[in-house]
């Protein structure tokens, strides 16, 4: 045998013996598969059954709540009557009421030489309109409360879960505040 022949034999050796490897893992793995195939199906554990949790009752209804800032919170509070919150169907829609509040933009606010205060909204098609308190805005019968030079709040009649309506306050924030 010859020295150059060498490498070429453990080569060819070490390849044999590798193939030889592989074709026993292959015939292991497909002998665990058949017997998987092979062996009774198991039982599925039934669901676990649901905790029944204790209804929250929230006692701190009657304090302000500290998401609001205090002038919507007058507002709301002013607003409430008797009878309960109704959108106002006879009402005259005005033009901004026909888009989402998410579709309108906020685009600051000018005073008039008489110090009325106005906002500034843009429109989906790139119109500005011009806004003051009292105006109405958003799909949810929104009446604009405030106008700040960084945002519009208002006060939204929405449906609440027990077939009435109830009011939420809403903020249409400047996009560069």
Do not use: H
């Not at 009657?62 to 009557?81: K, T, Y």
């Amino acid at each position: 045998m010859n020295i150059k022949q060498l490498p070429v034999l453990i080569t060819l050796s070490i390849t044999t013996l590798w193939l030889t490897g592989c074709t026993d893992r292959i015939g292991i793995a497909g002998k665990a598969m058949d017997d998987i195939r092979n062996s009774p199906s198991q039982p599925i554990e039934p669901p676990p059954q649901a905790e029944l949790v204790e209804d929250f009752v929230y006692s701190a209804s009657l304090v302000r709540s500290p998401f609001l800032p205090p002038s919507l919170v007058n507002v709301q509070d002013s607003a409430v009557s008797t009878d309960g919150v109704r959108p106002d169907i006879t009402r005259t829609k005005q033009p901004l009421e026909q888009y989402e509040i998410a579709q309108l933009t906020f685009r600051g606010m000018v005073i008039s030489p008489e110090g009325r205060q106005y906002g500034l909204i843009q429109r989906p098609d790139g119109s500005v309109t011009s806004v003051k308190v009292g105006d109405y805005l958003g799909l949810n019968d929104g009446r604009i409360v405030e106008i700040t030079p960084t945002q519009i709040n208002l006060i939204e009649i929405v449906p609440d879960s027990r077939a009435g309506f109830i009011e939420r306050p809403q903020s249409l924030v400047s996009p560069i505040s």
